[in-house]
């Protein structure tokens, strides 16, 4: 995965995946492949802007001086990528390709029939010739209308339609906005109802955004999972975001006035213990329901439930609030009149953002009907207990109603569907749990948008007209009039008939018209990059169909787990996409994917008495109320004592702080935590490689542990896998002379390289990179023992450890004589006759006491093994003339004599 390059550079966490993959593509370049292993920047986002908002200086300045700053980095670790096909999202050159797939998108329907998207052209030639009549398509609204009504239709009316099927839409949607930033902001970049960058406070706001339908890929994505080799807890991820369940749509009455309310539920054999109704607060329906005398309630309580993102309320199971609607509902069933709610419990997006509320089997209506003393029905036998998890046992009974009485699960279902449908108030259907993804940034750094406004109506620019470029802008910041920071921009106009950009001052919405102000989300550019990787020069289009098909689908992908159900949901849905236009033929765009574990940090603590400047050894802090404060671990000697005049210099607070001391020394605490700045233990790779080198850190970052787990970094246990190399280079030389043999190798150096391939191939095959560094130190301990020197031997070794060490390989490669890099080299052919044991080191025993050991051929049976031991000089000494009683002997293990 691609990385933000941020201004801080890697640490040696973040090589880790990169170190997995560049040794994966070398070992395939060794077998002999075409290996794309390639490197970008996801370089447009919020950092960027942040600090341009406080600075002044333009983001695009920055961005690059980070992205040197990493390339600095990268190259010294020495990665095989091919530097040429360098993308960076934030290029106009590339972001060019990303406007063209939103017209795509935007020019696309998803027809259910065929169950692809489709070119709009296709959807209007259909209401051309029947409207609506027959018509299977994913929508916002079902609509109904003749051919006639849409022949008859202005343009605008025409165009309104059509934005309720386009796969690229707008639409008004709740979002969780950030007044202090400008701008909305993903799920995964609010913690706690406050921003992750800067924790300013972030609420919850109906916006007119940009939307992508990726719900009508919904049910594909879900089947695509099976056949994607991915480790079980992603795919689960995905598949509990998608949430696909089976139920019904029922439409209850309001009592009192003209208005249905719509819920989907997956238990409606339940209906019978409806005891009330629950929507969300924003749920359009809510203002008509609320009664005058709730009114002032219902407000507060929407404007409190405003300051929530939708993931607090998901995850907030244990405390149910809510207000009183004054408005009740009629349960088609039993008749009865139950109360109407509103709840943050419920969410908009989900369903229809009402629920039928059945607190005798669902725990938070069970919590719900306690709080605000609602009646509490059950109708399921063998259930009485609420359970953590809403009832779905499928062995119980329902009971309490003559309709479904003594029915089971799937037939109570089954009927309860069946009489919804005739009673004319619902059908069963499927639901998914998955939104479609908002695909608007009240932002500056982000691809703009290649759409303008006509009469209130979005048309796409020209193909030929981009890449719409960013445009300059004075400040970063929203207008004055609150208009995202591009309305800024003088000139950011477009022109219909001149087909360019041109002066606001211009728009007289006649010819020139404006363009979007929001720019497109950081995941825009990231969810097709994979591809522009096979073909980044063309600027014709956005990769070469010959070019696709060759590469093919992502071999290998290695990247965070945190990117389940954001980024690697949103490559999936383009892909798919893409391949339904023709322009690819794959279906999932990674078919293995590793995530790698992280790299912690070791962090190192002093313990500060509370209200004084004392600093108090680790050891007797426990006599003290304390504040525990992370320090630089640079500070910090071997035997955890810390540098205490450094810690002076440090920073001007502990300038004139006391140390309490224990045995003359301070000794901190270390703690594992993860590598960042806050707790200043971040281990700059730089400062490695420099030390160490760059093939040093490359085998320790392996040899910590299996690639998918995370693991502690100590910069002290670089030290051993310094030993190996220094061990391994010396099997070149004869003290400071190279000196390789071109004489025959001897069985026993045979068998050791042997075992080495055959070991070496498997790990890397099963990405067990940890276990050949172990192999590798063997190896050379073994080969050091022979004091072997020879060529046959030594050439094979250096490929093999290549892809981990390539610098150092290469350098023996030249010493060996070689004109060609050792990259390319064919990988040494396993020979499994080297690892067939010719000779068996047999223990002697007497009376089951082993005396000594001798060696005999391997293919000997169990009689010629006793003759041969018989006759032996040690075991006739020891028998001292005694017959034996019995002889044991077990082929290629043992011989035991008893007498």
């Known amino acids: 995965m691609f990385p933000y390059p941020s201004g801080a550079g890697l640490h040696v966490g973040h090589p880790l995946g990169y170190i997995a993959s560049d040794i994966y593509a070398r070992f395939k370049r060794h077998q002999g492949f075409n290996v794309l292993h390639p490197i970008g920047y996801d370089s447009f986002g919020l950092p960027a802007e942040q600090y341009a908002i406080q600075t002044g200086q333009h983001p695009a300045i920055t961005t690059e001086q980070n992205i040197t700053r990493y390339e600095e980095q990268l190259r010294k670790i020495g990665f095989s990528f091919d530097w040429s096909r360098e993308v960076r999202t934030s290029d106009a050159s590339y972001y060019k390709w990303t406007q063209w797939i939103f017209i795509e998108l935007f020019h696309s329907w ?33 609509l109904n209308f003749t051919a006639e009504e849409w022949n008859a239709a202005d343009e605008n009316e025409k165009q309104d339609i059509l934005l309720n099927y386009r796969l690229a839409y707008r639409a008004e949607t709740t979002v969780n906005w950030c007044p202090a930033l400008g701008t909305v902001l993903a799920n995964d970049e609010v913690k706690d109802g406050k921003s992750e960058r ?35 807890p992603l795919k689960d991820s995905q598949e509990y975001w998608i949430g696909k369940s089976q139920g019904a749509a029922v439409k209850f009455n309001v009592s009192g006035i003209e208005e249905q309310i719509e819920v989907f539920t997956t238990r409606p054999d339940t209906i019978f213990g409806a005891a009330f109704m629950v929507l969300a607060p924003e749920n359009p329906l809510v203002e008509k329901l609320t009664t005058p005398e709730q009114k002032s309630e219902v407000e507060n309580y929407i404007e409190e439930t405003s300051k929530k993102t939708e993931r607090d309320r998901m995850a907030d199971v244990k405390n149910v609030s809510g207000a009183f609607t004054g408005s009740y509902a009629i349960n088609p069933f039993t008749g009865k009149n139950i109360p109407i709610y509103i709840s943050d419990y419920v969410l908009m997006g989900y369903g229809t953002g009402a629920v039928m509320a059945v607190p005798a089997h669902d725990e938070r209506d069970h919590r719900f009907a306690k709080k605000f003393g609602l009646e509490i029905i059950n109708v399921i036998e063998n259930d009485k207990d609420i359970q953590e ?54 932002r500056y750094w982000g691809e703009p948008v290649p759409v303008y406004y006509k009469e209130g109506m979005p048309y796409t620019l020209p193909v030929s007209a981009l890449p719409l470029e960013l445009p300059e802008v004075e400040k970063y910041l929203p207008t004055e009039d609150g208009d995202p920071p591009l309305g800024n921009a003088k000139n950011f106009a477009w022109d219909e008939t001149n087909l360019k950009v041109v002066s606001v001052d211009l728009i007289d919405e006649k010819t020139v018209f404006p363009i979007e102000l929001s720019t497109m989300p950081g995941w825009a550019g990231s ?24 590469w093919g689908q992502v071999d290998l992908y290695i990247g965070g787990s945190e990117h389940a159900t954001g980024h690697l949901l949103y490559s999936r849905f383009w892909n798919m996409f893409l391949k339904d236009r023709g322009y690819i033929n794959q279906d999932e765009p990674f078919q293995k994917l590793i995530n790698q574990g992280m790299i912690l940090g070791y962090s190192a603590l002093i313990f500060r008495i509370d209200g004084t400047n004392k600093i108090v050894s680790k050891n007797l802090a426990k006599d003290y109320e304390t504040q525990r404060i992370p320090v630089d671990i640079s500070m910090i000697k071997g035997n955890d004592e810390l540098d205490t005049e450094a810690l002076r210099n440090w920073r001007p607070e502990f300038k004139d702080a006391e140390f309490i001391l224990e045995n003359g020394k301070y000794i901190v605490e270390r703690e594992v935590d993860k590598m960042s700045k806050r707790t200043h233990n971040v281990v700059n790779p730089d400062d490695i490689a420099e030390e160490y080198g ?4 490359r085998l320790y970052e392996m040899f910590l542990g299996p690639l998918e787990q995370s693991k502690p970094w100590n910069t002290q246990g670089l030290s051993g896998v310094y030993g190996f190399l220094k061990k391994f280079y010396n099997l070149y030389f004869d003290g400071d002379t190279f000196s390789v043999s071109d004489e025959e190798p001897t069985k026993a150096e045979l068998k050791v390289l042997h075992t080495l391939i055959k070991k070496f191939t498997f790990d890397i095959q099963n990405f067990s990179f940890n276990t050949s560094v172990s192999q590798f130190m063997i190896a050379v301990n073994e080969l050091q023992k022979l004091k072997c020197n020879k060529r046959a031997i030594l050439e094979p070794l250096a490929v093999i450890i290549s892809p981990f060490a390539p ?35 047999y223990p002697v025993s007497f009376n089951g006491k082993m005396k000594f ?21 040690k075991v006739q000494e020891i028998l001292a003339g005694a017959t034996p009683k019995k002889v044991i002997i077990v082929p290629k293990k043992i011989i035991n004599i008893v007498f």
Not at 204 to 209: A, G, S, V, Y
Not at 396 to 424: R, T
Not at 694 to 697: N, P, R, S, Y
């Open 389 to 442: 998890e809403s009832y779905d046992s499928k062995d119980s009974v329902c009971v309490n109603s003559e309709f479904l009485n003594g029915l089971n699960y799937n037939d109570a279902k089954a009927k309860i569907i069946s009489e919804i449908e005739k009673m004319g108030i619902g059908h069963g259907t499927t639901n998914y749990r998955q939104r479609d993804a908002i695909f608007s940034r009240q």
């Open 694 to 697: 760059a093939d040093c850190l």
């Open 807 to 841: 610098h150092i390989c290469e350098e023996l490669w030249e010493k060996l004589g070689k004109n060609t890099s050792i990259e390319f080299e064919k990988l040494p052919e396993l020979n499994e006759a080297y690892l067939v044991e010719d000779e068996i080191n």
């Open 110 to 142: 998803y027809n259910k029939t065929s169950d692809k998207a489709e070119s709009i052209h296709t959807l209007v030639e259909h209401f051309e010739k029947f409207g609506t009549e027959n018509l299977d398509a994913v929508q916002n609204d079902e």
């Open 198 to 232: 800067g924790g300013y406070p972030v609420f919850q706001k109906k916006m007119m955004q940009w939307s992508m339908r990726i719900t009508a890929y919904s049910e594909r994505l879900l089947q695509g999972l099976q056949k994607l080799d991915w480790p079980q």
């Open 527 to 550: 969810s097709w990059y994979f591809l522009r990787y096979m073909d980044p020069k063309n600027d014709g289009e956005f990769c070469a169909k010959d070019l696709s098909d060759y």
């Open 853 to 873: 050991t001798m060696a005999l051929a391997a293919d000997l049976d169990a009689k010629q093994i006793e003759e041969i031991a018989m006759a032996n000089e």
